[in-house]
């Protein structure tokens, strides 16, 4: 078995203990449902296509009887000729034709199904909940997107007339072969449950190595990506060789000596190696199917030429005869090759239907719709564990009152839960224990989606998108656009968007841009500084209005003079909103209504900075490591 001998150092993810995963054959031929009625039409055309093509070798035979027919005169037997030659052209040129459309209504039937697959899974990937990401690596994701996604492309489709064409053609030769000669029939029948169980044979090791190989190929991918994207760390640390032994070791040297069993076939378990028994498989299949072939043909022909000497059969016939034979022989090795591509994809599959089948912990959409929200915010009794890190509890019995259009300080040791607290309001996560209300209803009851719009959101480290400064600042307004395009335009108006430039304290830096708002900020706005990211940030946020801010850090990163323009920029945001914001910076602290204290997943202590000062001794010695950087 070329397939078993698994070393024990196996980089891919092992999947031994889990169970078999399987996808039916039906579930990827009804991929193809939406273009059944195109396709039926190819079937048209292929019925007609073959029709003309099974009719070539009974020309061919004719034409040698013609040839060979001692009874007609030469002027007979050339008139005769003339007549097959002709048809025979005309039959090849109309069925190239047909053969053309064939190809496009198929091939394209596959595209469309291959796009429609793609969306698909992009959109169960997006509405999964935050903890499938963190879960599921990003590059591993986008191999499925893309390779995985190719190898389902034709099974639905082009598989599917290949198999029906190869059907059609089978059919006819078989017809045409007992028609021909019933004798010589039953020696080429022979051989045919041979090659039955050799193909299912082939096909289920295929099956078991494509699953295998995707997700190989996608944990390569996903170094690829993490290298890829974060190509400043690894360029810093000089760590491009690291990086490529990373890749090399998932997609596997052919060339490292070490790495060698027998026959190129390395020992380790990766793409290389799995695709390199995928190849031996392949040559052993189509080495025994062909040699299955080539015996069978020397058999007729011997038995064949027997027959024609005992004058049972006419030369004539056994050339159309052998013709036929030939047909079928290379029609069953048609459809061993189709099972074993069809198994191929449905083995590439199991891992893109998983991922579709996957009903998130909750949905995007539902629940009840609060288009305003006042920005009362209730904490009662919160208890969280992050998903990915089982029972180890992130929050305890959290209890947390926010009235509207106040501001609350998060403050407390890195590591304590405060960035937690924003996912939860955020609805990263749903909370283990008791509950959280806005304007006095349970964030579970309402729809996570249209909430969202109303809360914003600024992080450490904001991400833009490699589109422009307008496209980045309308970000969430597009969003708030697509759930509501008749109450929110494409885009606001231009005043709009630099009265929130303004606010944000960008508006001047993006004026000395040559391109001004239309300048690109390259991948993850890498051409712009962290500041100026910062406070886009921020005007994003604030395009959309929302009633509740959140504010992670947002200053923490930037050096003294971007911290001023983006707290100016932040002061002037808070106005008329419920802002919760988690900081360092004591003058920053200082301003809040409510200074909640978070230590060790709970609640320290909380009040305004003069109350705790007198009480909490935490607090005290934040202040003081605070004062003393500040001098
Ligand atoms: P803070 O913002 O106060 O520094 P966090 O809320 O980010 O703290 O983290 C609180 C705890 O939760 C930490 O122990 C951290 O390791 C853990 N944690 C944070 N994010 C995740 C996550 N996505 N998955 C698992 N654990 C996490
Ligand atoms: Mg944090």
């Known amino acids: 078995d070329i397939e078993s001998g698994k070393p024990p150092s196996d980089p891919v993810k092992s999947n031994e203990g889990e169970k078999e995963k399987e996808v039916k054959a039906s579930r990827l031929l009804y991929l193809?449902?939406?273009?059944?009625?195109?396709?039926?039409?190819?079937?048209?055309?292929?019925?007609?296509?073959?029709?003309?093509?099974?009719?070539?070798?009974?020309?061919?035979?004719?034409?040698?009887?013609?040839?060979?027919?001692?009874?007609?005169?030469?002027?007979?037997?050339?008139?005769?000729?003339?007549?097959?030659?002709?048809?025979?052209?005309?039959?090849?040129?109309?069925?190239?034709?047909?053969?053309?459309?064939?190809?496009?209504i198929f091939n394209g039937a596959g595209e469309r199904v291959v796009a429609r697959l793609r969306i698909r899974l992009f959109k169960a990937i997006l509405s999964q909940e935050i903890a499938f990401f963190d879960k599921n690596k990003t590059g591993e994701l986008l191999s499925r997107l893309s390779s995985d996604t190719?190898?389902?492309?034709?099974?639905?489709?082009?598989?599917v007339s290949m198999f029906l064409r190869n059907c059609l053609s089978l059919i006819i030769s078989l017809m045409m072969m007992l028609i021909t000669s019933a004798k010589l029939t039953g020696v080429m029948l022979i051989c045919v449950p041979l090659l039955i169980a050799f193909a299912v044979t082939y096909g289920r090791f295929v099956k078991r190595i494509a699953r295998r190989y995707t997700d190989a190929l996608a944990a390569a991918s996903n170094v690829a990506n993490e290298s890829i994207s974060n190509i400043r760390t690894t360029r810093a640390f000089a760590a491009e060789d690291v990086e490529l032994a990373r890749y090399t070791e998932l997609i596997g040297d052919p060339d490292d000596k070490?790495?060698?069993?027998?026959?190129?076939?390395?020992?380790?378990?990766?793409?290389?190696?799995?695709?390199?028994?995928?190849?031996?498989?392949?040559?052993?299949?189509?080495?025994?199917?062909?040699?299955?072939?080539q015996v069978t043909v020397v058999g007729l022909l011997w038995y064949g030429g027997e027959l024609v000497l005992t004058d049972e059969i006419s030369a004539g016939t056994l050339i159309t005869f052998m013709m036929y034979a030939v047909n079928t022989g290379a029609g069953l090795a048609v459809f061993a090759g189709l099972f074993s591509a069809f198994m191929d994809a449905l083995g590439a599959s199991v891992r893109t239907f998983e991922i579709i089948d996957k009903i998130p912990s909750f949905l995007l959409r539902g629940g009840e719709a609060l288009e305003k929200v006042a920005g009362n915010i209730s904490f009662k009794n919160v208890s969280f564990c992050y998903p990915t890190r089982g029972d180890v509890?992130?929050?305890?019995?959290?209890?947390?009152?926010?009235?509207?259009?106040?501001?609350?300080?998060?403050?407390?040791?890195?590591?304590?839960?405060?960035?937690?607290?924003?996912?939860?309001?955020?609805?990263?996560?749903?909370?283990?224990?008791?509950?959280i209300t806005i304007d006095g209803k349970p964030l579970k009851s309402l729809d996570p989606s249209i909430t969202r719009l109303n809360i914003g959101m600024v992080s450490q480290e904001p991400v833009l998108f490699g589109v422009s400064i307008?496209?980045?600042?309308?970000?969430?307004?597009?969003?708030?656009?697509?759930?509501?395009?008749?109450?929110?335009?494409?885009?606001?108006?231009?005043?709009?968007?630099?009265?929130?430039?303004?606010?944000?304290?960008c508006h001047d830096f993006i004026q000395t841009f040559t391109e001004g708002y239309d300048t690109l900020v390259g991948e993850r706005g890498v051409k712009l500084s962290g500041?100026?990211?910062?406070?886009?940030?921020?005007?994003?946020?604030?395009?959309?209005?929302?009633?509740?801010l959140l504010l992670d850090e947002a200053t923490?990163?930037?050096?003294?003079?971007?911290?001023?323009?983006?707290?100016?920029?932040?002061?002037?945001?808070?106005?008329?909103?419920?802002?919760?914001?988690?900081?360092?910076?004591?003058?920053?602290?200082?301003?809040?209504?409510v200074i909640v204290m978070v230590k060790?997943?709970?609640?320290?202590?909380?009040?305004?900075?003069?109350?705790?000062?007198?009480?909490?001794?935490?607090?005290?010695d934040l202040v003081r490591k605070q004062l003393n950087k500040d001098e």
């Not at 190719?150 to 598989?159: G, M, P, Y």
């Not at 026959?263 to 052993?284: E, I, Q, R």
């Not at 606001?492 to 968007?497: C, F, N």
């Not at 001023?564 to 419920?578: H, K, N, S, Y």
């Open 32 to 104: 193809g449902k939406p273009e059944w009625s195109v396709m039926a039409i190819g079937v048209l055309v292929l019925v007609i296509t073959q029709l003309g093509t099974m009719s070539i070798p009974w020309f061919f035979g004719k034409l040698i009887d013609t040839i060979a027919d001692g009874s007609l005169t030469e002027e007979e037997a050339r008139e005769e000729m003339r007549s097959i030659v002709f048809r025979l052209l005309v039959i090849m040129v109309s069925t190239s034709f047909l053969l053309f459309l064939r190809g496009f």
């Open 150 to 159: 190719a190898k389902i492309q034709d099974a639905a489709t082009s598989s």
């Open 258 to 293: 070490e790495d060698k069993r027998c026959c190129w076939l390395p020992k380790k378990d990766h793409t290389h190696s799995l695709g390199m028994k995928k190849a031996l498989g392949h040559g052993g299949f189509i080495g025994v199917v062909g040699g299955l072939g």
């Open 393 to 435: 509890p992130v929050l305890s019995n959290f209890n947390l009152d926010i009235a509207a259009n106040s501001t609350v300080a998060l403050v407390g040791q890195s590591g304590g839960g405060k960035t937690t607290v924003i996912s939860l309001l955020e609805r990263f996560y749903d909370v283990t224990g008791g509950e």
């Open 470 to 505: 307008t496209d980045n600042i309308c970000y969430g307004w597009s969003a708030k656009h697509h759930s509501d395009p008749s109450k929110y335009p494409l885009f606001p108006t231009k005043d709009r968007i630099e009265e929130v430039a303004r606010m944000a304290n």
């Open 531 to 548: 500041g100026q990211k910062q406070r886009i940030a921020i005007a994003r946020a604030l395009l959309v209005d929302p009633s509740i």
């Open 556 to 593: 923490s990163a930037l050096d003294a003079q971007s911290e001023e323009l983006v707290q100016g920029a932040i002061d002037r945001v808070m106005e008329g909103r419920t802002v919760i914001y988690i900081a360092h910076r004591l003058s920053t602290i200082k301003g809040a209504d």
């Open 600 to 620: 060790d997943h709970k609640i320290l202590d909380k009040g305004t900075h003069e109350e705790l000062m007198g009480r909490c001794v935490e607090y005290e």
